[in-house]
């Protein structure tokens, strides 16, 4: 599963606590802040919080810390949930193999007993590795082979003809 950033942050939380880290053995040599910060690419203001927080907790005050409110599931009913949405929506009893955050909110309830809203089951997909999806729109009688074969050879005559034209 790939790691996720803040939409306004360019690096993820695992990505910043890793920096922080390698900050924390130049905190021990008693190196400069400013070239500490020259090294890791932030201000040194932030390394001087950074070096405060290592003198208060050892690495423990470098470790990412968790934002915003704990999730409502505990990991082993998110891989459960991950699971069954995998399985696709017409097992799980929807008309149509797809999902969308309604069928999700429902179905999770139904499957954990918790109640999430719409717009927060998106946190929740998030997190389980999903994102948005546009299912593409295809003719049931589109024929690969007819169009690959259009293709090869009508195309390539067309695109002859055009240029011997000119």
């Known amino acids: 599963m790939k790691t996720h950033h803040h939409p306004n942050r360019a690096l993820s939380q695992k990505e910043m606590e890793a920096r922080r880290l390698q900050a924390a053995p130049y905190f021990k040599k008693q190196w400069s802040e400013r070239v500490i910060g020259r090294m890791c690419g932030v201000s040194s203001v932030a390394i001087h919080q950074w070096k405060v927080a290592w003198k208060a907790k050892g690495l423990n005050g470098l470790r990412a810390g968790y934002y915003g409110p704990p999730s409502k599931l505990p990991p082993h009913k998110e891989k459960t949930v991950r699971k069954k949405i995998l399985e696709g929506a017409e097992i799980h009893g929807f008309s149509g193999d797809f999902w969308t955050l309604n069928r999700i909110t429902k179905a999770v309830?139904?499957?954990?007993?918790?109640?999430?809203?719409?717009?927060?089951?998106?946190?929740?997909?998030?997190?389980?590795?999903?994102?948005?999806?546009?299912?593409?729109?295809?003719?049931v009688e589109r024929d690969e082979e007819a169009i690959r074969t259009w293709k090869q050879k009508t195309w390539l005559l067309i695109k002859k003809g055009g240029s011997e034209m000119a």
Do not use: E, I, M, N
Request: include cysteine; charged fraction near 25%.
């Open 109 to 139: 309830k139904s499957w954990t007993g918790v109640l999430y809203q719409d717009r927060s089951v998106w946190h929740l997909l998030r997190r389980l590795g999903f994102s948005c999806q546009k299912p593409l729109k295809r003719a």
